[in-house]
């Protein structure tokens, strides 16, 4: 397996694994809106919208390689709604379903660290979760993430992890 960042030469691989993955997420969380896959296709999958992640230079666009195929998605960067010059966001880990329980997630989050080690001012990791999504609450706990329960906003749970 290979992380390396995105380019707009991976965009049609970003949009097939985001649309096997939502599907699966929606299953697992039991969302029962049936245009939950579609609108989040449009607006955050979009080639445009992918575009402007990639160029994006306060967030990092990250994949996952297997045989030259993306199994794995990690964009984390400065806090959408948030100021704190100490703290960086995920805002979205993906990992093809076919992909799971294979260390990728993890090899995610610790690239996530590395980088974020060399800029001393940096000193946590944020991160949004369902409190529907027991698998994902208890991958992020695995690695030291916690739940904060005073940051929880519209309805989802906030975990850190303090580098």
Not at 35 to 44: C, K, P, Q
Not at 99 to 109: K, M, N, S
Request: proline share 2%; hydrophobic share 35%.
């Amino acid at each position: 397996m290979m992380i390396r960042k995105a380019s707009e030469n991976d965009i049609e691989g970003i949009r097939a694994l985001a649309q096997a993955t939502l599907r699966q997420t929606m299953a697992a969380t039991k969302i029962e809106n049936p245009n939950y896959v579609d609108r989040m296709m449009e607006r955050i999958y979009s080639e445009e919208s992918l575009r402007r992640s990639i160029a994006n230079d306060s967030t990092t666009l990250l994949l996952a390689e297997v045989d030259e195929k993306i199994v794995g998605l990690c964009q984390f960067g400065s806090p959408l709604m948030d100021d704190c010059e100490d703290l960086k966001e995920i805002h979205r880990l993906l990992v093809h379903p076919d992909y799971y329980r294979r260390g990728i997630g993890t090899q995610f989050i610790e690239t996530v660290e590395d980088d974020l080690s060399e800029d001393a001012d940096i000193a946590r990791i944020s991160v949004y979760v369902s409190p529907s999504d027991m698998a994902r609450i208890r991958f992020y706990a695995t690695l030291g993430f916690h739940h904060e329960m005073t940051e929880d906003k519209d309805g989802e749970w906030y975990m850190e992890l303090d580098l």
